[in-house]
């Protein structure tokens, strides 16, 4: 086995970015992944105490399906995102600068449902990707578990879909939920694998229209007896992990 790609996602359920490697700490999440979370009209979160919360108190693409056709490239050093989508001009913006919060507000407005809860504000932990596990996770994807998806689907799909971390190939169809409980090294990386991802009407969507087109959810459901693809995992050895390190049960 070996990785295939790595994806980042610098702000919860808006847009996505495909790196060449990346330093991962041992007991963290993946560095930039989730930094930043969009609230809402009804969030509960305690600014005065940052911490992780719920994925409920977040703008998500399973509410608001057009959020998942949103890209993002991030300058690190800048601290800036720039976010792209089909139906808009794209937008470079400081998430930490309130000015440009605003701008992204007015930006995002044309993609969110005015009859359902409406982003308000961009919020983020100090050394805690906010993600939808309740302890710091990253996920693993298996792309011959998405082969089989998109087989039985009749229709090709893209790895955007499922919204990942790591892409391995070389492994069996579903063979990473045998892998629960075991480590699994990725070049110079320790992960424990830790428990299936349970999935949401997100993955229906394109994210490339962020439309929904697929009846991915109910495929899972039909086809496979379950609603899980991929696998939540800690990372337990730190180092550096690159697209073509060599993947190896432990």
């Known amino acids: 086995m070996q990785v295939a790609a790595l994806f980042r996602h610098p702000i919860k359920s808006h847009g996505r970015e495909s790196i060449d490697q990346v330093t991962l700490t041992a007991g963290q999440t993946m560095p930039w992944d989730r930094y930043w979370a969009v609230t809402h009209d009804a969030t509960k979160f305690d600014t005065s105490a940052p911490g992780w919360a719920h994925c409920r108190n977040f703008m998500l693409g399973a509410r608001t399906p057009a959020l998942a056709g949103i890209w993002a490239r991030l300058d690190e050093a800048e601290r800036r995102v720039t976010l792209s989508h089909c139906d808009l001009p794209d937008l470079s913006f400081c998430p930490d600068d309130q000015s440009d919060v605003a701008r992204f507000l007015s930006w995002v407005a044309p993609l969110c449902d005015p009859d359902r809860a ?94 929904r087109d697929t009846e991915t959810l109910d495929t899972l459901k039909t086809r496979f007896g379950h ?10 050895e730190t180092g550096t992990l690159r697209t073509g390190d060599k993947a190896t049960l432990i």
């Open 227 to 236: 609603q899980d693809f991929g696998v939540y995992a800690e990372v337990v």
């Open 118 to 211: 409406l982003p308000k504000d961009i919020i983020s932990v100090p050394g805690r990707g906010m993600t939808d596990s309740d302890y710091p996770t990253l996920s693993v994807m298996n792309m011959a578990s998405h082969d089989d998806v998109a087989l039985a689907l009749g229709n090709p799909i893209t790895l955007e879909r499922w919204r990942g971390n790591i892409w391995l190939q070389g492994a069996t169809a579903w063979v990473e939920f045998d892998w629960i409980g075991r480590r699994l090294r990725l070049g110079e990386v320790v992960l424990l694998i830790r428990e299936p991802i349970r999935r949401c009407m997100v993955t229906n969507t394109n994210p490339v229209t962020g439309l």
